[in-house]
């Protein structure tokens, strides 16, 4: 079956934590319109979370852990394994009732170590989670902190958030009632970005709900681009040939050619003049400044050596066995 590829439509903005999917795992950001949402895109709804986003999907695929080097993500639903992931608490609260028939206690206590062992599976695999989305964390910071990205968010009345919902109760309000504002560059602290809810803090300032607009993201952070050879056009629809790819030939036109015809006069001239160094490294260094400066081209130190090798073979090394002899 061959891999057919359509466009999607990305949305006007998109929530940090999808920023961070993005960064660290390359899961693009993509528009939602559900029929109940009178046509607004799902993330200008009302139902994307009342203080922290709770829409987007945590769980990661297969090719999105393979891609950051980690373990397979045991929550992934897709699993084809049948795993027990409800809460141990949940088994020990029912188990706590006396009145349990025998048999069906002992296969909620079978279930209830099944439950742990998700449990231990899932904090283990938090622990690679965790180091795979540092460092992109720490780029997101940056951007943000210089201005480089700017982000909107709804700027609560109180620096806790249970606080701040009593507070907008008690005035008949909700979150959403709040209108989102920029926030200021000077506002962010990487140990106050919680990107799972996509809300920030500071020592003076609450944000939830906050988002950037996706072409910003997607300009400062373009990911890995890879090409793909194989690609044909079916109407508007594209698809992934399953045809060999051919092999292309290497263009000679990245790297201007060496004058080598130069080269070997700039030597003979050392050579007349009794100019030439009797230690090969020293060559290298004055032809390496020479390229540079008479033509513009930057020459390893091994491109040059192997060239002057016949002449010091010839030059250097046979004058000092002469000479010895």
């Known amino acids: 079956m061959p891999t057919f590829l359509q466009s999607v439509e990305l949305p006007e903005r998109c929530f940090l934590q999808e920023v961070l999917f993005w960064v660290a795992f390359q899961r693009l950001p993509l528009a939602h319109y559900y029929t109940n949402n009178d046509g607004q895109e799902f993330r200008t709804s009302n139902e994307v979370g009342e203080y922290a986003i709770d829409f987007v999907d945590e769980y990661l695929s297969d090719d999105e852990t393979a891609r950051a080097g980690i373990p397979r993500d045991p929550r992934w639903p897709l699993h084809a394994d049948e795993t027990v992931t409800l809460p141990v608490a949940t088994y020990d609260e029912v188990l706590a009732n006396p009145g349990i028939h025998p048999e069906d206690r002992a296969q909620l206590e079978y279930e209830r170590e099944q439950a742990q062992e998700y449990q231990r599976d899932v904090e283990a695999w938090r622990l690679h989670y965790n180091r795979a989305v540092e460092y992109p964390a720490s780029q997101i ?9 700017r982000a909107r968010g709804r700027l609560l009345p109180a620096l806790e ?4 919902l009593t507070v907008l109760k008690a005035d008949g309000r909700n979150v959403f009632d709040v209108a989102p504002t920029d926030i200021p560059p000077a506002f962010w602290s990487l140990q106050g970005i919680d990107f799972t809810a996509s809300v920030a803090r500071n020592d003076s300032d609450h944000y939830c709900h906050v988002s950037l607009r996706t072409e910003d ?17 079916i109407g508007s629809t594209l698809v992934l040939s399953e045809k060999p790819p051919v092999a292309r030939s290497r263009s000679r036109r990245g790297r ?31 032809f390496q400044v020479w390229f540079l400066r008479e033509h513009g081209v930057t020459a390893s130190r091994s491109v040059i050596g192997e060239k002057l090798k016949p002449y010091y073979d010839r030059f250097i090394r ?6 010895r002899e």
């Open 318 to 323: 046979n004058v000092g066995q002469k000479s």
């Open 141 to 149: 910071f940056v951007a943000l902190k210089s201005g480089t990205l």
């Open 256 to 286: 201007p050619p060496y004058p080598w015809d130069a080269f070997h006069l700039e030597m003979a001239d050392l050579l007349a003049r009794g100019e030439l160094p009797k230690k090969k490294e020293a060559t290298i260094e004055h």
């Open 161 to 164: 958030a249970t606080t701040a």
């Open 217 to 233: 993201v997607l300009s400062v952070f373009p990911g890995e681009r890879q090409e793909v050879v194989g690609v044909e056009r």
